[in-house]
């Protein structure tokens, strides 16, 4: 992409967000979620069950398409940085990438008339495609938070309207996906699935507008943001960014239990619960869920912390997840219930990381003097899709390997899909506590933040 000529024109740094502007920012991943909520709740199921390839070559395409994020994620991240244009370094791809992204999120859910071959042929092209699309406008999208304010409180603030913008996207998909389906394919998923999908890209466009048109960078350009982004070095500094190192840890082992939990739960409520009709309703609640803890976290991790309340609460949910397993056969309400508190507790957790992960911007800029907001944000990005989609390959693997097959199941592939689900909670967010005993940036972010307005202001 080209490096446009650089718009000197910098915002008051004293400015303090609007609520205009908070909500708007959240716009933005409620934007996303349209696509990627479809991609991490129905596509393991749309591949298998509708389109009619097998789950063993859905894991494959899984596990393939996202090592080139390895490459993708930081290659996009230095274009960001080196990237200034009169829209600012991030906000350029809200404006010009949001049509391509819902044209591309279409296209995924088509199911043309190939052979087997020519079926996992397409799959591979348009999740291929819709995986670079994403990273080219979610990546910019995540940077922009740490060009917005410098404050952590803030900071918090905008990580629990991201939450909560992230928990109503995956809500309206989990909700409404299946009924929209249904009335637009008149009872054919092959015609329902697309036509729904388009009509969540058309809204996710006019949502990325938004965003584009009432978010303001602060924290860029002031800084000689551009094309002077050595990329050697700035690798180099990125790597030795002790919390960024953490916080990118966490956020794989975050998103891999989101992937296991969104890929196996349609499977455990159908075949485990036998309750297909209430998938709607544990989709839902898995996402408001995260509305709720995006909600109460500033309020929380104003008293506790970003990393001690992550800690804290997580911890709190592991016993939660074990008691569900004793609940498996009693009360739907009471399962439900336990099912909600805990994935709560950890949607706290996921507004605290978006918020850690912009402090450890503000770092790197302290001890390395570069603020590489797209690079370091590549980190998050591909640990979003690279979790959901290992975790939804490890589902793929598990239940090939285990003999599912949707019109015959056995003992064998029950057994799988409720070792998946609860294994997969519980371990993933055991490994998130252990990760984020290392992160120490709380303690001394305030003192940083200083310094660094000593310095600008020198």
């Given amino acids: 992409m080209a490096i446009l000529k650089a718009d000197t024109s910098v915002e008051l740094q004293s400015d303090k967000l609007g609520t205009k502007e908070k909500v708007s920012y959240g716009l933005g991943d409620l934007a996303s979620n349209f696509v990627w909520g479809m991609t991490s709740a129905y596509l393991l199921f749309f591949y298998t069950d509708i389109f009619g390839i097998s789950a063993a070559a859905v894991g494959t395409l899984f ?4 090592i080139w994020d390895a490459i993708n994620d930081p290659m ?31 296209l995924t859910f088509i199911t043309p008339d190939f052979s087997d071959t020519g079926k996992l042929v397409y799959a591979y092209i348009t999740y291929f495609l819709l995986g670079m699309i994403y990273t080219a406008i979610n990546l910019p999208y995540g940077a922009l938070m740490s060009t917005m304010t410098r404050d952590s409180n803030e900071k ?16 309206i998909v989990s909700a409404l ?3 929209l389906v249904e009335f637009f394919g008149n009872g054919n998923l092959q015609v329902g699935f697309p036509i729904t999908m388009a009509v969540y890209s058309i809204v996710g466009v006019i949502l990325f507008f938004i965003t584009f048109k009432n978010c303001k960078e602060r924290y860029s350009d002031h800084l000689g943001a551009g094309s002077n982004v050595k990329v050697g070095k700035s690798f180099s500094n990125m790597l030795k960014n002790q919390p960024w190192v953490v916080i990118s840890i966490n956020s794989i082992v975050q998103f891999l239990r989101i992937g296991v939990l969104f890929g196996v739960l349609i499977y455990y409520v159908t075949y485990v619960l036998e309750q297909p009709a209430l998938v709607p309703l544990y989709l839902t609640l898995a996402s408001v869920a ?8 500033p309020w929380a991790l104003k008293r506790l912390g970003n990393r001690n309340g992550s800690i804290i609460l997580l911890s709190a949910s592991v016993p939660l997840f074990v008691l569900l397993i004793f609940l498996e056969d009693g009360s739907t309400i009471l399962f439900a219930t336990v099912f909600f508190i805990a994935l709560t507790l950890i949607g706290i957790n996921g507004a605290a990381n978006f918020a850690m992960l912009a402090d450890t911007i503000d770092y790197q800029e302290w001890k390395f003097g570069q603020r590489t907001e797209g690079l370091l944000y590549s980190g998050y990005s591909f640990a979003t899709k690279f979790g ?16 599912y097959n949707p019109d015959a199941i056995t003992e064998s592939a029950l057994s799988m899909i409720r070792f998946l689900l609860f294994a997969g909670l519980i371990a993933f967010t055991i490994l998130q506590v252990i990760t984020l005993a290392f992160y120490k940036l709380d303690q001394n972010h305030a003192e940083i933040i200083k310094e660094l307005e000593m310095r600008n202001h020198s």
Wanted: glycine share 14%.
């Fill in 177 to 179: 996906t299946m009924p």
């Fill in 156 to 171: 918090s603030q905008l990580g629990s309207f991201r939450m909560m913008g992230l928990a109503v996207g995956t809500i």
């Fill in 388 to 403: 959901i989609a290992i975790g939804s390959a490890l589902v793929a693997y598990a239940l090939g390997w285990a003999g």
């Fill in 63 to 66: 596990l393939i398409t996202r």
């Fill in 76 to 106: 996009m991240g230095v274009i960001v940085d080196k990237t200034k244009s009169r829209h600012g370094k991030t906000r350029p791809y809200l404006l010009y990438l949001s049509i391509p992204f819902g044209i591309l999120s279409v």
């Fill in 290 to 297: 995260n509305f709720a803890g995006g909600a109460i976290a």
